[in-house]
């Protein structure tokens, strides 16, 4: 298959350094750019095949990452930043002028709130913790991927080492369930 999955998947995988302690992101802007600095390492970073991420050209899936709001500062051209989506869990803001997603926000009760979801291919540096899991395989389909040809996308993720899912991980899905089972009190709210 010659289409790319993503640049930090197509070639195998290139391992994050442990101490990774940040580093900055840059719209695609060739100037005025949109910069986010980061002050910390991504967790939970995966490829991600749904229609809302945002992709490179080219590439059949985002690769996004979470990382603790307060670890997230946008250090210059904000005003160039737009929220694609405010009804969205995730609310992307992007850059008006290229497109590029620069962070999602979750704003509302969430499991996830409190992390800001971020794209690390938008760095100049290198080290960021590596893709975990492919995710949304199957939301590709949605966009125009011929179902013939998914068994051979889960194969390639599988060949560089990763899981594929139809939504996100086990583990993360765990998650979001107790945070339900919380909040409709079938779960123990302390657990
Ligand atoms: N099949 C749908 C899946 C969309 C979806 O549920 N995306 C996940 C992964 S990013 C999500 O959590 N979305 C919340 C949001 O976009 O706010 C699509 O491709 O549009
Ligand atoms: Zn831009
Ligand atoms: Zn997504």
Not at 57 to 74: E, K, N, R, T
Not at 81 to 107: M, P, T, W, Y
Not at 115 to 127: A, C, I, K, Q
Request: hydrophobic fraction near 35%; aromatic fraction near 6%.
């Amino acid at each position: 298959m010659g289409t790319s999955l993503h640049p930090l998947v197509d070639n195998g995988l290139k391992k994050g350094d442990a101490n990774k302690s940040g580093g900055k992101l840059y719209c695609h802007c060739a100037s005025n750019k949109v910069e986010v600095t980061l002050t910390g390492d991504v967790a939970h970073n995966h490829a991600c095949g749904c229609s809302k991420c945002w992709k490179p050209s080219g590439a059949l899936f985002s690769v996004v990452g979470v990382i603790p709001v307060d670890q997230l500062h946008v250090t210059a051209n904000g005003n160039k930043l737009h929220i694609i989506d405010k009804s969205a869990a995730i609310q992307r803001n992007a850059c008006k002028e290229c497109g590029v997603h620069l962070f999602g926000r979750i704003v509302t009760e969430h499991p996830f709130k409190g992390l800001d979801f971020v794209h690390v291919e938008l760095s100049d540096s290198e080290g960021w913790q590596e893709p975990q899991f492919a995710a949304f395989v199957s939301s590709i389909i949605e966009q125009g991927f011929e179902p013939e040809g998914i068994d051979a996308v889960r194969k390639r993720f599988k060949e560089v080492g990763l899981e594929t899912y139809d939504v996100l991980s086990p583990p993360l899905m765990d998650l979001i369930a107790t945070f339900t089972g919380k909040k409709n009190g079938k779960l123990p709210s302390k657990l």
